[in-house]
């Protein structure tokens, strides 16, 4: 049976569905959407289309909170969600900005020192909006083995991997990192505006597998310790610690916390990515704030974290990968491992390496203040061959950088160029990461 309607709103209560403002409708009737959650609104529109008569799809409502009401009709109340460690940023003079549907702080003193304290020193990160999920039993392996591209077979017991989900035809459902405690027991941490649709693809999956997956998206607090005096900072407390290799975790405890101490980032520097209770948050970020004062430790916010995670080449969902771009034509093969037996779009993918990709996430400077924007054209001549997919001002380069979805076939004897409010500039293509 049709999911008859959804409505998606913000709890203002002024019509029959709550509504101040215009409702989006989808092309798909009877779908009204609101645009106060853009993001999640998307998603919902695309697996209405691709999942009309679907359970899926009604987990995926179900996880935004929505609301069965009459007939097979929905509302979802979508209102932002605050972090264990908003009253924290607020102590220290953070600005806040709606993001994937939480309210996140962006800044603290600038974006500027902020990205240099994590290149030069040290910064902290609140990254709890971030979803967690636990799949576990005899069969969690093989599931999670079929549902991504990478092969988490290759990992040992508090090893972690950098993985992706794609849909059937090879796009991306999500990016995220699998954390193996044991064969039968393993953490995903997923991107968190698509947390809701994760969890309700992994969900339709592990049915037919012996396992269960457990969203612990509420249960946990994320804080991010980046930057060449990160060790410093844990050696503060922690003493004795013995430094963690790349993608390798540990579970330690710090002010009586329970923590789970991954040596992984998104930042391009070394540093940790620490899970903690949700309630015991701010126990650890303040011990953390105070055993970084002597490195100069700076709270940091989702501007520098764009800024460096540019700098450094990393994919952002919604930018350099998506449902609509694959993990090859995001840059990402050294995750896809073609030689396993089977997973979901092995073989959508296989089928595009084969034919040679025509298009491909290509990442650049300018020259220049003027930054090109998401959705920038692209020129080869006066043949549009691609568009921008981020851009950003590089702190440390003192010009723009940002990524763009090339055409492959273009003529490459001809420079590329974007334009720029009616000025064309030259596209310098490098090889990230873009500041060293």
């Not at 400077?365 to 080869?380: D, H, K, Q, S």
């Amino acid at each position: 049976m049709a999911i008859s309607s959804v409505v998606i709103g913000d709890g203002v209560a002024e019509s029959r569905f709550g509504a101040r403002h215009s409702f989006f409708y989808s092309s798909v009737p009877p779908i009204l959407y609101r645009g106060t959650e853009g993001l999640q609104a998307n998603l919902l529109k695309k697996m209405h289309y691709q999942y009309p008569d679907s359970s899926i799809l009604r987990l995926f409502l179900l996880k935004l909170g929505a609301k069965f009401f009459s007939n097979n009709h929905f509302f979802c109340l979508m209102s932002s969600q605050k972090t264990p460690l908003y009253e924290f940023h607020k102590s220290l003079g953070a600005r806040f900005v709606p993001f994937a549907g939480w309210e996140m702080p962006v800044q603290y003193s600038s974006i500027l020192e902020e990205h240099k304290a994590v290149r030069e020193e040290v910064g902290l990160f609140d990254v709890s909006h971030m979803g967690e999920a636990w799949i576990t039993g005899p069969q969690a392996e093989n599931c999670i083995n079929t549902l991504v591209t990478n092969d988490i077979s290759r990992i040992a017991d508090n090893q972690a991997q950098y993985t992706v989900m794609c849909q059937p035809d090879g796009g991306c459902v999500d990016d995220l990192i699998v954390y193996r405690f044991s064969r039968e027991r393993y953490l995903l941490c997923l991107n968190a505006g698509n947390t809701p649709k994760d969890i309700a693809w992994i969900t339709n999956h592990t049915k037919d597998f012996d396992c269960e997956l457990q969203d612990a998206s509420q249960d946990y607090a994320l804080l991010a310790l980046q930057g060449p005096l990160a060790e410093e900072v844990i050696a503060q407390l922690i003493p004795g610690h013995t430094p963690l290799k790349r993608f390798t975790f540990q579970e330690i405890n710090i002010e009586d916390v329970s923590i789970i101490l991954s040596a992984t980032g998104y930042t391009g520097e070394n540093g940790y990515e620490l899970y903690c209770p949700a309630a015991q948050a701010n126990i650890l970020a303040g011990a953390l704030i105070k055993a970084g004062k002597p490195y100069n430790i700076k709270p940091c916010g989702l501007g520098a974290r764009d800024s460096l995670r540019l700098e450094a080449g990393y994919p952002l969902y919604g930018h350099e990968i998506n449902e609509t771009i694959s993990p090859l034509q995001g840059g990402l093969s050294w995750v896809v491992k073609l030689k396993k037996e089977s997973f979901v779009g092995k073989d959508a993918l296989l089928k595009e390496k084969e034919a040679g990709l025509k298009r491909k996430i290509h990442f650049f400077t300018l020259e220049g203040r003027r930054i090109a924007r998401e959705g920038t054209p692209v020129y080869a001549g006066e043949i549009q061959v691609g568009e921008v997919r981020s851009g950003s001002h590089s702190p440390l380069l003192g010009h723009p950088i940002g990524s763009a979805l090339i055409d492959e076939n273009r003529d490459p004897s001809i420079s590329l160029e974007v334009d720029l409010r009616g000025n064309r500039a030259h596209l310098n293509l490098k090889k990230p990461p873009l500041h060293l």
